[in-house]
Structures are given as C-alpha cells and as structure tokens.
C-alpha cells in the first residue's frame, strides 16, 4: 500500500471527509475541487488506509431518488497524516472557516 503524497488538494480531501463531508459530491460542493480530482483521490487515500469507504445499499439510495453513495470516513491513520500534513499546509483550515490548530481530526 503506497502512501499518497499529501498535496494541497489531497489535504483538503482529507480535512473535509474528517470534519463530516462523508461522500464524493459533498466533498466536492465544500471543497471546490472537480470531481475529476476529488474522486481519485478519495480512491488513493482509501487504498493508502487513510480513509475506511463503505458503499450504501443500492435500495436506500433508490428509495432516496439518487444514486448510491460510498460514504467515508478517517482512518487513524489519516487522522495522524492530516495532523502532520495541516502543519504543512495550515490554510487549508481556512477554506473550512476554521483557524488552524484548532480542530483535532476525529478517526473513526
């Protein structure tokens, strides 16, 4: 399993699926990013174990009118790499409305 290279936009995946943006178009409407890069990177970082994915039963998704969703959420792991990533990055909180240093990631 190969560690992503944590980039600025991977960051902000990263942040967003940790402080509750649990699924692709929600990450993608808080983030900004396309889903062009939203997407893989969701996929790199679960490979990597830094995001646990579980996919939505196809009924509750079709009772809801929309396709099924992969929700996600961080890993320890993640939670630790955010950490130090956010050290590198630290305006990454502030797209979120935050000041940095002040939220701790919560793994699930």
Not at 53 to 80: C, F, I, K, L, M
Request: charged letters at 20%; glycine letters at 12%; hydrophobic letters at 40%.
């Amino acid at each position: 399993m190969a560690t992503p290279r944590l980039t600025y936009p991977t960051v902000l995946v990263l942040y967003a699926v940790a402080y509750g943006h649990a699924y692709g178009f929600d990450v993608i409407d808080v983030t900004g990013l396309g889903s062009g890069t939203v997407y893989p990177i969701l996929r790199r970082l679960e490979r990597a174990g830094f995001l646990r994915g579980t996919a939505e039963r196809g009924r509750d998704a079709q009772a809801a009118g929309r396709p099924p969703r992969r929700y996600y959420s961080v890993t320890r792991s993640g939670a630790e790499a955010l950490r130090a990533a956010l050290a590198r990055h630290p305006g990454v909180a502030a797209v979120f409305g935050a000041t940095p240093g002040t939220l701790t990631p919560r793994p699930a």
